[in-house]
């Protein structure tokens, strides 16, 4: 057998482009208009698949945060005496016009990213629109929540989120945070702005009242200016553990309540009497999900020993299948790096892991000219000591370690600074509970991997950062309790 | 003539000394600082914790966090209601303690030591509850049974509060061991003697050595290392000044600490569970929940 690709050759399926449609130019979206930076300046975003420019957007600076988080302050005090109920229902309308617009969002999304329609369609989409519903129903609830009688929203939250999931980041900020009287500023990431934006559109279609939402595009001085504003209540972020730290520094010594989700390293444990097939299926989208990009991505597989070489060769045959290439063509399983620079960030540490020793494997794999592309890539012989078995790769970069006994394992998993998620794989119910419990970890999938649910807290232990986001958890960051 | 032999016996001092992995060491650097009462009379001379005291004390603490995390709830809240049994039978040596630390009359001092027994109570109580109030199981939208559970951050320190030296000591010291979390306290910097004499307390009340370590010195001088310590997971500032909150706070970021800040706490009135879940980690299982069809159940 050649590989079954070939036998079975896929023609290109792409979906319609037409569906969205890009204007040449965005502004910030403050107290319910478009507008220009105060200084004029622009930055342009491009789809990490080809290098196209789809659009050139204003470019948040200090006095633009300024006049967002004023806009925001001014909008509190009548959202947040709205009746519940009101609230409630403004976020329902956000959930139902993000269904009835998902797929012009899903393509929007795979465009400004570059990672397969397959999962903005089947993933990303339908999670935000749930987010809103379920945040939309807790808005008239919240004394039931279990943070007192009268829980109190915070103010003027600050928001700035990633650009590995960046209409689903927006959810997980913004609904919680409307839903319990907040009003928001949100920063989106410089190489994925146009979802946010679009969601301003959408906050105009469901008539939210002007100021409640407010959206900064900008760089990295934008969010820490956001950050930094002394009018702004509330820090929500999610990023690399590195920013996260200098985050919380900044927030010392004030009132501001922070919430961090962060980087990770999480550790795929397979024991002997996994299920291999499926064991294979949730390693290939723990760490191949969205190109990798993911911070709970599963990006250390810990196999037992006595099956290290009869999984590495059905995980090596399975890597053979997976189909890389025009994100927008929906039989793509693995798209494209967000930009140049998490390119070469990757590229980078799969070259210091070849450099300190451990063993190299990539699919044949054909990578377009254009754009920003990476085989996915599995190492061998890695030790707890190589930097690709320590350091957040955020690629579609596996490495794979091994042990003998659970003890081992669940040490091995545990050693590192992050904590954020975590998988075991095994057919014995009583070692899912052992090993469940002695991870140190927020997420613990067993038997699967990468699942999200809006009613299902999500965060990490230690350098994972702290806080949850989902669920009941999840309104804990916006209230005064 | 018994009574003259009273009136001339002199009194045995004690020499209060910290208590870290459940011995009483004196301080490594072999310094102490007078502790006097509200009027100025010399009470003790007590141990003026160094860094390395500090560090010695997070590495008890870390020793001690396995087993007792990973003790039940039930046996958790025993052994801090023995606590609340061995501090009753030494009740007038804490009133006489408190009264002179913290200027206070007899019978306010009693109130202040049975509100403090009271409050050991109280989190004895709550070991096993707390999970049930924040935890619990999540409707996904899928064949996934998916659990929430919390579990302690790890090694807590703990600034203790300047004023209320035993009442706010307990106040903030019980809600982070109830949960499983091990402590590093510093003790009320003028007011040292009630938190090591607890010490003693808690070595006969089967709390394993190591669970809560008591350091008496400098609060800025022992908290700064604590602060910034890799194996420390949460602080808790209730005794910190403004401008050594602050500080303390920035350099918990290093390693992403949890931070309580300080705030104004009545320690009289009943807490609520905001000290409890301030060093609660959250911990979301899932799993496949299958079907039951002719195939038996599958993922």
Not at chain 2, 116 to 139: E, F, L, M
Not at chain 2, 257 to 267: E, G, I, T
């Amino acid at each position: 057998m050649n590989n079954v690709s070939s036998a079975f050759e896929y023609a290109p399926a792409p979906e319609s482009r037409s569906v969205v449609d890009i204007a040449p130019s965005y502004g910030l979206f403050i107290d319910g208009e478009f507008t220009e930076a105060a200084d004029g300046k622009v930055f342009k975003t491009i789809s990490p698949s080809t290098e196209e420019v789809l659009s050139e957007v204003a470019q948040a600076g200090s006095e633009d945060v300024d006049r967002a988080v004023k806009a925001a302050r001014k909008a509190f005090e009548k959202w947040s005496a709205l009746p519940g109920s009101e609230r409630a229902k403004y976020l329902f309308r956000i959930a139902r016009i993000i269904q009835e617009r998902s797929r012009e969002l899903a393509v929007l999304e795979t465009l400004d990213n570059g990672k397969p329609i397959k999962e903005t369609r089947d993933a990303d989409l339908p999670l935000v629109a749930a987010h809103f519903f379920y945040y939309a129903g807790w808005a008239d609830k919240l004394e039931h929540a279990g943070f007192g009688r009268n829980p109190r929203p915070l103010g003027v939250a600050g928001q700035v989120i990633p650009w590995n999931f960046p209409l689903l980041m927006l959810a997980w900020k913004i609904a919680p945070a409307l839903a319990t009287g907040n009003t928001v500023v949100l920063k989106p990431a410089e190489t994925t702005p146009l979802s946010a934006l679009f969601f301003a559109d959408i906050c105009r279609q469901a008539g939210l009242p002007k100021g409640v939402v407010n959206i900064l595009p900008g760089y990295g001085d934008t969010g820490a200016a956001l950050v930094a504003h002394p009018d702004v209540n509330k820090v929500a972020f999610t990023g690399s553990t590195a920013v996260g730290k200098e985050i919380a520094r900044t927030v010392a010594g004030t009132r501001k309540k922070l919430t961090l989700e962060l980087g990770g390293k999480g550790a795929n444990i397979v024991f002997d009497d996994a299920p291999i097939d499926q064991a294979v299926e949730g390693i290939v989208n723990g760490i191949f999900f969205n190109q990798g990009q993911v911070c709970c991505a599963g990006s250390r597989l810990l196999v037992q020993e006595s099956i290290q070489d009869e999984l590495l060769e059905s995980l090596k045959r399975r890597l053979s299948t997976l189909r890389l290439g025009d994100p927008l063509d929906k039989n793509t399983d693995i798209g494209a790096i967000n930009s140049a620079e998490q390119l070469a960030r990757i590229s980078a540490l799969a070259e210091q892991g070849q450099a300190e020793g451990a063993e190299r494997w990539s699919p044949a794999c054909e990578l377009p000219e254009s754009g920003y592309w990476f085989a996915p890539t599995l190492f061998t012989n890695v030790t707890q000591a190589h930097t690709i078995a320590r350091d957040e790769i955020f690629g579609p970069v596996l490495s794979v370690l091994t042990f003998r006994t659970p003890d081992e394992a669940v040490a091995k998993a545990n050693n590192t600074q992050y904590g954020l998620s975590a998988g075991i794989w095994t057919e014995k119910g009583s070692r899912i509970l052992a090993v469940a419990n002695k991870l140190r970890a927020g997420v613990v999938w067993s038997n699967t991997f990468n699942k999200f649910d809006p009613t299902s807290p999500f965060g990490g232990y230690k350098e994972s950062g702290f806080g949850r986001e989902g669920g009941r958890h999840g309104l804990e960051a916006y209230l005064d309790v | 003539m018994s009574e003259k032999t009273e009136q001339q016996r002199l009194t045995v001092f004690k020499t209060y000394k910290l208590y870290v992995g459940g011995k009483f060491p004196r301080s490594e650097s072999g310094r102490v600082y007078e502790v006097t009462d509200s009027k100025g009379n010399w009470l003790a001379n007590a141990p003026q914790s160094s860094r390395k005291d500090a560090r010695d004390a997070v590495v008890a603490a870390r020793k001690a966090f396995g087993a007792w995390s990973g003790a039940t709830a039930y046996n958790r809240g025993q052994v801090l209601y023995r606590v609340a049994e061995m501090l009753e039978g030494r009740r007038e040596q804490f009133v006489r303690e408190v009264a002179e630390a913290e200027g206070l009359s007899k019978s306010k001092a009693a109130a202040v030591v049975d509100a403090t027994i009271d409050r050991w109570v109280w989190y004895a109580g709550w070991t096993d509850k707390i999970s049930q109030v924040v935890g619990g199981a999540n409707p996904v939208a899928g064949p996934y049974f998916n659990l929430s559970s919390p579990e302690p951050s790890g090694v807590v320190a703990v600034v203790a509060p300047q004023e209320s030296s035993f009442l706010g000591l307990v106040s903030v010291v019980a809600p982070v061991i109830a949960t499983g979390n091990t402590a590093v306290v510093i003790a009320s910097e003028k007011a040292p003697l009630p938190a090591l004499s607890l010490g003693e307390v808690l070595a006969t009340s089967d709390v394993p050595g190591g669970v809560v370590n008591v350091l008496s010195g400098r609060t800025a001088e022992i908290a700064a290392p604590l602060a910034a310590h890799q194996d420390v997971n949460a602080i808790d500032l209730a005794g910190a000044d403004e401008g050594l909150a602050k500080e303390l706070e920035i350099a918990a970021a290093d390693n992403l600490k949890r931070v309580l800040r300080p705030q104004p706490v009545d320690y009289f009135e009943t807490p609520g569970i905001e000290r409890l879940t301030a060093f609660l980690e959250t911990k979301t299982v899932w799993h496949p929940t299958g079907s039951l069809g002719a195939s038996g159940s599958s993922y």
